[in-house]
């Protein structure tokens, strides 16, 4: 996408990140219509943002009636085992805080990845349509992995150039752990207010710099098509360089 539509937000550290994406998921519920939609990630960052939503000062701040809240992607596992991404923000704060029928996780207890997809984009769409109209989402929240994938989106590979679906199973996984997914593709994601990609530790500092230099990953493309696209970043995440104008340090 291009680095004009491109906001990076650079904070100290991991904790400083978690706290900052709290508080822009909290404004956007609070701008947000009578049912609010996130999209939620998996991985290791997000999951601190995650349990910080389950106790105070955020859990009170949080309408959790209102809120609906759906997966970018999932491993094709149990919810119970330890790869699943909706296990993870369930045992985070979902099972604690939001009302079971606003959780709406893509199914694995079906035959297939392909099968799952169907049965997710078929549920989106539906709420998509008692919305009545305009983004599917309030806030999308995505992160990146090290070969530039976002969601379940590895470069090269068919969903990430899906322009039809909204979902799509993918059999086989770029990186570990190399399990089949389901992933909601950019059509999908980009269906957003806000795209709020979030990113910290020195490891990612490599992928991030090829990011912002614009080349043509997943990740990189993934954007809101009508919205704001933040990256959230940490200093240890920080390349050294970027393409992008609008780099705020707090």
């Given at each position: 996408m291009?680095a004009a539509?491109?906001?990076i ?5 991991a904790?400083a ?8 998921l ?6 947000g219509?009578a ?6 990630t998996g991985?290791s960052?997000p ?12 859990r ?8 609906h ?7 094709f596992?149990?919810q119970?085992?330890?790869l ?7 045992r ?7 009302p ?14 392909d099968?799952?997809a169907?049965l ?5 769409r539906?709420?998509?349509a008692?919305?009545?109209?305009g983004?599917?989402?309030?806030l999308v929240l ?11 989106l ?5 969903a990430?150039n899906?322009?039809k679906?909204w979902v799509?199973?993918v ?15 950019l059509p999908?994601?980009?269906?957003a ?10 490891d ?6 090829r ?9 990189a493309?993934?954007?809101a098509?009508s919205?704001?696209t ?10 050294q ?5 609008s780099?705020?340090a707090?």
């Amino acid at each position: 996408m291009s680095a004009a539509r491109r906001q990076i937000i650079v904070v100290k550290d991991a904790p400083a990140l978690a706290q900052t994406a709290a508080q822009r998921l909290v404004a956007c519920i609070e701008r947000g219509p009578a049912q609010t939609a996130i999209c939620l990630t998996g991985g290791s960052t997000p999951k601190r943002l995650y349990e910080l939503l389950a106790v105070s000062p955020w859990r009170e701040q949080i309408p959790w009636p209102r809120v609906h809240w759906f997966i970018g992607d999932d491993r094709f596992v149990p919810q119970d085992n330890p790869l699943s991404n909706t296990g993870m923000a369930r045992r985070a704060f979902l099972d604690a805080c939001a009302p079971p029928q606003n959780v709406h996780p893509i199914r694995t207890d079906v035959a297939t990845p392909d099968e799952a997809a169907r049965l997710y984009e078929s549920e989106l769409r539906a709420f998509g349509a008692s919305r009545g109209g305009g983004p599917l989402f309030d806030l999308v929240l995505l992160g990146v992995g090290p070969d530039g994938h976002t969601a379940s989106l590895f470069p090269g590979f068919p969903a990430a150039n899906e322009t039809k679906l909204w979902v799509a199973g993918v059999p086989v996984a770029n990186v570990a752990p190399f399990v089949p997914r389901v992933s909601l593709t950019l059509p999908c994601l980009e269906s957003a207010h806000e795209v709020l990609f979030m990113a910290s530790g020195h490891d990612k500092k490599s992928i991030l710099s090829r990011v912002f230099a614009g080349e043509y990953l997943p990740a990189a493309r993934a954007h809101a098509a009508s919205g704001e696209t933040i990256w959230l970043i940490d200093e240890a995440a920080a390349p050294q360089k970027t393409n992008d104008h609008s780099v705020h340090a707090r």
